[in-house]
């Protein structure tokens, strides 16, 4: 079976394992060279395909980086596109023929093998997650040793490519900072020596390779072409989780709202320690009246990262909407569950689409947390006929349930039980936390 999840992208490790042992760690190869575990995924085919039908070149999605020395095309090539009768597939064609790879960006968003195992790493890591497809013919290499601010997960779909892997000089490094030209040379127009590769590896079809962010790496084409997926990881950092606290506390100390003195930021006064700032901001939190709710602020954020509904139901629930009535059936979109998480002044529900709910509605929320498909008429009894009408055809309108049709899927329908808003897992949780 071809690989959709992320326990299939992991095998024989499980995700548990790969964080543990690997995530942010070390490199990891798995030598699977096993065909039957990608195909249908991307493959020379695939490229042509997706071309024609999926046009992401018209939407600047695709890169083309010649053989060599050569300036890249990727802006000449999408304007060729943009005024070809066929998309540009006949010169996109030529130039792979001529040595140039192409990458084929965000392919999570129009290319549904892809999608599938994105979907199923932002859910089972909890962090955001994008995908490029590099196709490259034989004996050819898109681009020079460099670093990534992201993880890398590389899977090999077609032919192979030989990876030359690095020593790495700044561990776990971030783009974010307004100082990253210093912690990225080339950022500044350098090329810094990453020095002799100390590692090499060929990736055949089923082959995953794994490399942290910060490893200096190249890769290029064996005697034949290559095909792989490069899957970004880009999880929640502490650097990041500390900030959206700060932001949580801003909302409630006035004290964090205020402007930062020019004189401070133009040096003509000194500025306190880091540390003297940090705690100053520490005895701010501290003298709330309510504490910060830093769970509400991780469940929030691992809203980000649910999967999105399927498309079963969509149409129908569009031209039934405004016939519903206390027989109608309902139930949770394809793909999701339903989770709630409360705030001081409703309840905020997500079940592929969001909606906020009064919190007088509680046993309710109970009810759809824990009901799968439902007849309208059968919802809690302490709302009116009308009541229940109304709500589940707002619910319906913002995507939280969708009209089935179907009053079998009454019988049929599991009944999911302890469903609330999830947190970070704990085996996910940022270090020190």
Not at 152 to 165: A, E, F, Y
Not at 216 to 238: D, F, K, Q
């Amino acid at each position: 079976m071809s690989i959709n999840s992320a326990d299939a992208l992991m095998a024989p490790l499980s995700v548990r394992d790969f964080v543990d042992r690997h995530l942010e760690k070390e490199v990891l190869h798995l030598e699977r060279d096993d065909a039957d575990l990608v195909e249908g995924i991307f493959d020379l085919d695939s490229m042509s395909h997706c071309l024609r039908f999926m046009s992401p070149q018209l939407r600047d999605l695709i890169r083309v980086i010649p053989r060599g020395d050569a300036s890249e095309k990727t802006a000449a090539s999408n304007a060729v596109a943009k005024g070809a009768d066929d998309h540009g597939l006949s010169h996109f064609v030529a130039e792979f023929g001529e040595g140039s790879t192409l990458t084929f960006n965000m392919a999570e968003t129009y290319w549904p093998p892809v999608s599938d195992i994105v979907t199923d790493l932002r859910r089972a890591l909890a962090s955001d997650v994008r995908c490029n497809v590099y196709c490259t013919p034989p004996e050819s290499q898109g681009f020079d040793t460099h670093v990534d601010a992201h993880d890398v997960l590389v899977l090999q779909t077609s032919g192979s490519k030989t990876w030359r892997i690095h020593d790495v000089q700044t561990e776990l490094p971030v783009e974010s900072s307004t100082l990253m030209a210093e912690m990225f040379p080339r950022l500044a127009g350098s090329m810094p020596d990453h020095g002799e590769p100390t590692r090499e590896v060929v990736l055949r079809p089923g082959d995953l390779l794994y490399l942290p962010r910060g490893v200096p790496h190249s890769a290029a084409s064996t005697t034949e072409h290559s095909v792989h997926l490069t899957i970004g990881l880009y999880p929640l950092r502490t650097h990041e989780f500390i900030g959206k606290i700060i932001d949580l506390a801003a909302f409630a100390d006035v004290r964090l709202r205020r402007r930062v003195d020019a004189e401070l930021i133009r040096g003509e006064i000194p500025a306190a320690s880091a540390g003297d700032l940090l705690r100053e901001v520490a005895g701010f939190c501290d003298e709330l009246e309510e504490p910060l709710d830093v769970s509400r602020l991780l469940a929030a954020t691992n809203e980000e990262y649910q999967p999105q509904p399927g498309t079963p139901g969509m149409f129908q629930t569009a031209i039934a909407i405004e016939g519903m009535d206390l027989d109608s059936v309902v139930e949770w979109p394809e793909g999701v569950t339903w989770t709630t998480r409360r705030t001081p002044h409703d309840f905020r529900a997500v079940c592929g689409g969001r909606m906020a709910l009064p919190l007088k509605l509680e046993p309710v929320i109970d009810f759809l947390e824990n009901t799968r498909c439902f007849r309208v008429g059968d919802a809690p009894g302490i709302l009116k006929d009308s009541a229940k009408l109304t709500l589940c055809r707002n619910l319906v309108k913002n995507g939280l349930l969708r009209i089935t049709g179907r009053q079998e899927s009454l019988s049929g329908a599991p009944e999911v039980t302890g469903v609330t808003a999830p947190g970070l897992p704990d085996w996910l949780a940022p270090s020190g936390f």
